[in-house]
């Protein structure tokens, strides 16, 4: 007798990649199919949010930088914006407890300029709240652009040199890297290895230009708010069957 029953891939979760980065895209499109106005996809999303990070942990991940807002999403509707940058607040009183009782930390990065005052206090908030835990670092990246994160790196390094406290010929991808935003994250977990990308678009949108030149990428049509653990699990499954070679052979 034949089998014609599909062999079903097993699950690969030998290496778990120490960073993720997660473009969470498809929150709008995800409340559209529902007939419900975009921000629904956004509330939807913490949820997605709060179950991928403790799956995370529960795998041994370090480090989960999330793209929570660019510097281009500004151009989106001012009613949207407004919602978006409230969602901290929200996070605050609905998740941060239960990611608390994680070991979760949370750390956010981006151009806080711009942020209004009660987004920056929930941020403020949750990382002081969060501190002094050791597991899964939940960094967000909010208000965050990767050029404007290079630009900056620049404009720092190229005063530091004429202040003399550094030469340009000190001027290493270590330095560079203790110059971008992500210094503030454990050394050997700065750059992902692995990013996510939902909701079937495939590129990086100014996310982590430095950190994730060699970056493992996974893309998936599933909308954010529809990813779950199990999705979590595919794209780690996925990681381990690709051979890192950072260049060599
Ligand atoms: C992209 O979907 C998603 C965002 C711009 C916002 C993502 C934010 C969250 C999931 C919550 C983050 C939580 C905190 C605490 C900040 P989209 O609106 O671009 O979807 P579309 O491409 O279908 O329109």
Same mark, same amino acid.
């Given at each position: 007798?034949?089998?014609f029953k599909r062999k079903m891939k097993a699950?690969?979760?030998?290496?778990?990649?120490?960073?993720?980065?997660?473009?969470?895209?498809?929150?709008?499109?995800?409340?559209?199919?529902?007939?419900?106005?975009?921000?629904?996809?956004?509330?939807? *999303?913490?949820?997605?949010?709060?179950?991928? @990070?403790?799956?995370?942990?529960?795998?041994?991940?370090?480090?989960? @930088?999330?793209?929570?807002?660019?510097? !281009?999403?500004?151009?989106?509707?001012?009613? !949207?914006?407004?919602?978006?940058?409230?969602?901290?607040?929200?996070?605050?009183?609905?998740?941060?407890?239960?990611?608390?009782?994680?070991?979760? /930390?949370?750390?956010?990065?981006?151009?806080?300029?711009?942020?209004? %005052?009660?987004?920056?206090?929930?941020?403020?908030?949750?990382? %002081?709240?969060?501190?002094?835990?050791?597991?899964?670092?939940?960094?967000?990246?909010?208000?965050?652009?990767?050029?404007?994160?290079?630009?900056?790196?620049i404009s720092l390094i190229s005063q530091d040199?004429?202040?003399?406290?550094?030469?340009?010929?000190?001027?290493?991808?270590?330095?560079?890297?203790?110059?971008?935003? @992500?210094?503030?994250?454990?050394?050997?977990?700065?750059?992902?290895?692995?990013?996510?990308? @939902?909701?079937?678009?495939?590129?990086?949108?100014?996310?982590?230009?430095?950190?994730?030149?060699?970056? %493992?990428?996974?893309?998936?049509?599933?909308?954010?708010?529809?990813?779950?653990?199990?999705?979590?699990?595919?794209?780690?499954?996925?990681?381990?069957?690709?051979?890192? /070679?950072?260049? *060599?052979?």
């Amino acid at each position: 007798m034949f089998n014609f029953k599909r062999k079903m891939k097993a699950e690969n979760l030998d290496k778990i990649p120490k960073h993720i980065g997660i473009i969470m895209d498809g929150n709008g499109r995800w409340a559209k199919k529902r007939f419900q106005p975009r921000v629904m996809g956004h509330k939807a *999303g913490m949820d997605a949010l709060q179950d991928v @990070t403790i799956q995370a942990s529960e795998l041994g991940v370090k480090v989960l @930088t999330v793209y929570a807002f660019s510097t !281009e999403n500004w151009s989106r509707p001012e009613d !949207e914006v407004a919602f978006i940058m409230n969602l901290p607040v929200e996070f605050f009183d609905k998740y941060v407890p239960k990611l608390h009782e994680n070991n979760v /930390r949370i750390l956010t990065m981006g151009d806080n300029s711009r942020l209004p %005052e009660a987004t920056l206090e929930a941020l403020k908030k949750a990382v %002081e709240k969060t501190k002094h835990n050791s597991g899964l670092i939940l960094n967000f990246a909010l208000n965050y652009g990767g050029r404007a994160e290079l630009v900056r790196a620049i404009s720092l390094i190229s005063q530091d040199v004429l202040d003399a406290k550094i030469n340009p010929d000190d001027i290493t991808e270590d330095l560079v890297s203790d110059y971008l935003l @992500t210094n503030q994250l454990p050394y050997l977990y700065r750059d992902p290895d692995l990013v996510i990308r @939902t909701s079937g678009e495939l590129r990086l949108s100014n996310f982590l230009p430095w950190q994730t030149a060699y970056s %493992e990428l996974y893309f998936t049509d599933v909308l954010w708010p529809d990813f779950n653990k199990s999705g979590l699990r595919s794209a780690i499954s996925e990681y381990n069957n690709r051979h890192r /070679r950072f260049g *060599g052979v």
